[in-house]
């Protein structure tokens, strides 16, 4: 159905000539957005109910949690905690340490999952914890906001013990050339406003990749890493999860 609206409306834009009544540019433009109107309604609606435990992204979030924080009773920090929304995700008697940049609105959310829930207010970019502190490290989409992520992945490592992991859930920029490549170039400013920095087009994949010994970087292997599509979080559908070994 959307197909055929987008067909019909790129026929319609790319053939004015053709029409048997005469239409300005202007006509053509608000008779695209009003047909736009619900496709986009329907694209917010289901953006907001995203996220959910069987979406691509929930699924992608438990892999993530359970490989990088494999056992009980361990010490782990969550950069970009905000509301702790992963509480539930981790394993039994895990000491979390819930960082972020931002006092959150709500209340964080209480698990019994959790042996205790400690929020810090600071930077992910300097972080307020002595080296080797932490069992692992997580963070779900909080690349996309801090204002340098090479000093926060150096961060990540300085804090995280020898072996220790760290896993990532995040969303990264679209392939170059592709649809929501441009999408993603073209709403990236106002995204960044509206939504407390969030880089819609961030190259954060590399940035990962390139975190390892080989490449000059401090983590030693990656353990995990996949990328995959979550068309209903449009337009951060391009995300990456994984895991890296200190
Ligand atoms: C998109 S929200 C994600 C919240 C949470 N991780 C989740 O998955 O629901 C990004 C979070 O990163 C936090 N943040 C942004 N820049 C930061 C920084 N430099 N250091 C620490 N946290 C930061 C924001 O305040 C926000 O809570």
Redesign the pocket.
Known sequence: MVATVKRLLLLLASMPAALPFKLTRRQIARGAAIAWTPFCVVKVVKALQSGGPTSPYGLA?RRTIFSAVAKEGLKVL??????N??ADLYPKRTSLVG????T?ARPARQSSQLESYEFVL????KLPFDDASFDAVV????L????DVEA?ILEVARVLKKNGRYGFVEHVAAEDGTLLDVQQRVLDPLQQRV????HLHRPIDRALLGATKKSGGPFTEVLEFEEYLDDDMWPVSKQVAGVLVR
């Not at 963070?139 to 909080?142: A, D, G, H, K, V």
């Not at 939504?195 to 969030?198: D, F």
């Open positions: 979030k969550e950069l970009g905690v905000g509301e929304k992963n960082l972020d940049a931002r959150p600071g930077a992910a970019e963070s779900t989409l909080c996309c906001s801090v204002d926060t939504a407390n920095n969030c």
